[in-house]
C-alpha cells in the first residue's frame, strides 16, 4: 500500500491551498527521518526533482555527533552534500499535521549520482532486486512495540526521564478496559496512519503496563519498511501533539518488558500471486526453499544480530522468561523461539523472526534478513531438527549475542555480510557498532554512582 497521493494530485492540492508543506525526508542510520520542510508551491515546481543534505547524515549517532572515523564522511573530507531524489510513490497526506504531506527520498552521491550503497532504503533495495532476479518477491511485516506514558515528551527531558508513569498501571495484554485509557492517542494514531496511506490492522495492549502494539498489513519489503518509519515517526507527532510521550527504546526500564519488533517474512514469485514457502506435503507445509531460507537466517544468526539490535540498550531486552529470545533456533508456535514458525500447513506459512527490538532501522533489519535467507537458498543449507520445548531452558542451543561486543564482532568477520552488501558497507556500520560502545564505555552511568557512591 504505497503512498496515498499522485503527483498530479498533489499539484491540485497545492493550487486549491489544500497543502501547503511537503516534507522531504532521507532515512539515517537510526531509522529516522532527516529532511526539509518545502513551500509547497516550489516543490512542486522545482524541488520534487531534487534536493541536498549534508553526508555527515549518514554518519552520525542518535545524538546527531560528527563521529570520526568514517570512510564516507569526515571533517577531513568536508562533510559534502548528498542529492536527495524524492521517491515519487511514496508521496503521502499527513493528516495529523495541517496542510502538510511527505515524501520519501532516496539518498544519492552528489558527483556520481548513484545510490549510496551504505544508504539504508539503498540497502533493502539491493537485496529486493536479488530477489527479483531469481523470480522471487518478499512480504514482510513488523509487530511495532511502544511505551505510552502521561508525561509529554518535554516533561519527560526535563526531569531527566527519572520517575515517569506509564497511562497503563497493570499488565494490558489483550485488555480492552486498560487499552481504552489510552485511545485518545492509539485512536489517533491508527486513524492518523491509516490516513496516511499505512494499511493498519490493529492496536492491542502488551504484556506490561502502558505498552501497546502496532499492527500493519503484510506488504511487499520495501513498502513495508517505508511505512515502519513512518509509524514511528508519525506515533511520536501524534503522541507530542496529544501532550503524551511514547517510547521504541528496546529496554526503557529494569523492571519493565522490552519493546520488540518481531518481523513475519515470506517469498512470493514476482507477481505475488504464488505462496514459494508453501508446500502441502512439506513437513508443517514448508516447501524445500522455505526450509533453506530458514536455515540461512539460523545459520547466520549471530551475523545479523547488530542490525536487529544495534544499541547498548538493546541487548539488556534479552532476558529470559521475558518473551524476548536468548536462543536462535527454530520451533513452531513457540514464542521462546527466536525464529517461530507461523501459519503452517497453509499458504500463509512464514517465519517470525523474534530477536529484533523496537529500536531497530527496518531497511537494515529487513536487508540483513533477506540476505541471510538467500544465502540458506544459493547454498542449499539443511534445516536442523525442530527445537521443542522451553527454548530459555536448554543450555545447548544456539545463542543470540548478548552483548554489542559479540554482535559486533559477528558482524565485522561475516563473509556473507560482506558479499551481499560490500565491504565497504559493512565496515561503515561496524564503525557506527564501535561508537556506541566507545561513547557507553566512557559514560558514568545512574546505576554506577546510585550502587557506589556511599559504599564503594
Known amino acids: 500500500m504505497p503512498g496515498n497521493l499522485s503527483f498530479k494530485e498533489l499539484e491540485n492540492a497545492v493550487a486549491s491551498g489544500e497543502i501547503d508543506t511537503v516534507v522531504a525526508v532521507q532515512v539515517d542510520m537510526q531509522g529516522r527521518l532527516m529532511g526539509k520542510r518545502f513551500h509547497a508551491d516550489n516543490f512542486v515546481k522545482h524541488a520534487f526533482k531534487e534536493t541536498h543534505s549534508c553526508n555527515y547524515l549518514l554518519a552520525t549517532d542518535l545524538e546527531m555527533e560528527t563521529v570520526s572515523g568514517y570512510a564516507s564522511a569526515s571533517w577531513e573530507r568536508g562533510y559534502g552534500d548528498y542529492t536527495m531524489t524524492p521517491d515519487m510513490?511514496?508521496?503521502?497526506?499527513?493528516?495529523?499535521?495541517?496542510?502538510?504531506?511527505?515524501v520519501l527520498c532516496d539518498v544519492m552521491d552528489h558527483h556520481t549520482h548513484e545510490e549510496v550503497p551504505h544508504a539504508p532504503r539503498a540497502l533493502l533495495k539491493k537485496q529486493v532486486a536479488r530477489l527479483k532476479d531469481m523470480g522471487m518477491m518478499a512480504y514482510m511485516a513488523p509487530e511495532l512495540?511502544?511505551?505510552?506514558?502521561?508525561q509529554s515528551f518535554e516533561e519527560a527531558q526535563a526531569g531527566g526521564y527519572r520517575s515517569l508513569t506509564t497511562i497503563g498501571k497493570y499488565n494490558?495484554?489483550?485488555a480492552v478496559f486498560q487499552t481504552t485509557k489510552e485511545e485518545e492517542v492509539m485512536r489517533s494514531i491508527r486513524n492518523g496512519l491509516y490516513g496516511a496511506g499505512i494499511a493498519i490492522e490493529c492496536t492491542k495492549g502488551e504484556a506490561?503496563?502502558?505498552?501497546?502494539?502496532?499492527n500493519v498489513r503484510y506488504s511487499d519489503a520495501l513498502d513495508i519498511a517505508d511505512s515502519h518509519v513512518f509509524i514511528k515517526n508519525g506515533s511520536k507527532e501524534i503522541a507530542w501533539a496529544k501532550g503524551k510521550a511514547l517510547t521504541f527504546l528496546a529496554k526503557w526500564h529494569t523492571q519493565s518488558a522490552g519493546n520488540s519488533c518481531h518481523i513475519h517474512q515470506s517469498l512470493w514469485s514476482d507477481d505475488g500471486k504464488t505462496a514459494l514457502f508453501y508446500d502441502p506435503d512439506g513437513p508443517y507445509g514448508m516447501s524445500e526453499l522455505m526450509q533453506h531460507y530458514l536455515a540461512g537466517l539460523l545459520h547466520n544468526a549471530g551475523a545479523i544480530t547488530w542490525f536487529l539490535a544495534p544499541y547498548i540498550n538493546s541487548y539488556k531486552r534479552f532476558a529470559e522468561g521475558t518473551f524476548a529470545p536468548t536462543r536462535a533456533i527454530w520451533s513452531t508456535d513457540n514464542r521462546t523461539a527466536g525464529f517461530r514458525l507461523c501459519g503452517e500447513s497453509s499458504k500463509a506459512v512464514r517465519v517470525e523472526c523474534r530477536i529484533g527490538g523496537a529500536d531497530l532501522n527496518p531497511y537494515l533489519a529487513m536487508s540483513a534478513l533477506l540476505a541471510a535467507g538467500l544465502d540458506g537458498i544459493e547454498n542449499k543449507r539443511s534445516l536442523e531438527d525442530?527445537?521443542?520445548?522451553?527454548?530459555?531452558?536448554?543450555?545447548?542451543?544456539?545463542?543470540?549475542?548478548?552483548?554489542?561486543?559479540?554482535?559486533?564482532?559477528?558482524?565485522d568477520e561475516s563473509d556473507m555480510l560482506r558479499a551481499a552488501f560490500g565491504d565497504a558497507v559493512i565496515d561503515h556500520y561496524v564503525r557506527a557498532a564501535e561508537w556506541e560502545q566507545e561513547e557507553y564505555d566512557r559514560k558514568v552511568t545512574d546505576w554506577e554512582v546510585a550502587r557506589g557512591f556511599e559504599r564503594a
Open 89 to 102: 510513490t511514496t508521496l503521502r497526506r499527513t493528516p495529523w499535521l495541517e496542510k502538510t504531506a511527505y
Open 145 to 150: 512495540e511502544l511505551f505510552l506514558f502521561d
Open 172 to 174: 494490558q495484554d489483550y
Open 386 to 411: 525442530e527445537f521443542k520445548g522451553d527454548a530459555y531452558m536448554s543450555e545447548k542451543a544456539r545463542s543470540v549475542p548478548r552483548t554489542l561486543r559479540s554482535a559486533m564482532r559477528a558482524l
Open 208 to 214: 506490561c503496563a502502558g505498552q501497546e502494539e502496532i
